[in-house]
């Protein structure tokens, strides 16, 4: 069997939270790749979705924004069935919308933990479902979850955020079992630090300083500084393409060597 590369030509994706952040990075490097891209985020951020979908037209992709706020739960099918007919159909979801929370074991309220777990796992489940129903008729289909190192490693100060993580890292190879008779990869990109603009807030909110920063990165990653959000792009490239046909249930670490410690 001759290699099939890693193009993305001809592709659809789906990129939940793909307005800022991480998820940007990944739309656009989809789109580079040569996939069309559904950028799909809250309405409120419809603004930095709109910036995206036209940086992907100018790379020669093709690209429809989608408001949803994720947690709407019984949005999440009509959703994805709507993407599928815009564009014909769904090769590719990534689920990409979360948040942290920095809240200490005494601190984490009932409210808190639904709404953390409903937004990092509970939407993703359900995206991953309303995604496979589609791909399953054509036996062909890429779903890449986005979990985490704190899903791998102990850490304190946000229990709902790590036992979210964790739960994507178990319903991946829970998925990939099952689905992988359709055709359907299913694996996970598990980043460790990484210097997105919500992690930026983060630092000003808590008044850590560059020098904090680097202080704390050399004591707890390898590679001595936090990822970079195109840093992740490949590992998604990667699962998203032909390359990938045999893995299957896979946690695709990109951590800078924060995990091998």
Partial sequence: ???????????TALVTGSARGIGRGIALGLAQAGASVAVLD???????A?????EIEALGSSARIYELDVTRTAEIGPTVDRIVHDFGALDILVN???AGVNL????????AWDRNVALNLKASFFFAQAAAR????????????????HALIAVPYGAPYVASKGGIVSMTRSLAMEL???????NAIAPGPVNTPLMRQYDAEAGRTEADILRDMQNRVPLGRRLEIDELV???IYLASPAASATVGHVLVVDGGQTIQ
């Fill in 42 to 48: 809250r309405p409120e951020m419809a603004g930095p």
């Fill in 234 to 236: 490949g590992a998604v």
């Fill in 50 to 54: 709109r910036a995206v979908r036209d």
């Fill in 96 to 98: 990409c919308a979360g």
């Fill in 134 to 149: 589609h791909m399953a008729t054509r036996k062909t289909g890429r779903i890449i979850n986005v979990a985490s190192t």
């Fill in 180 to 186: 992988v008779r359709h055709g359907i990869n299913v």
């Fill in 104 to 111: 200490t074991v005494f601190e984490v309220t009932e409210e």
């Fill in 1 to 11: 069997m001759a290699f099939q590369g890693f193009s993305l030509a001809g592709k």
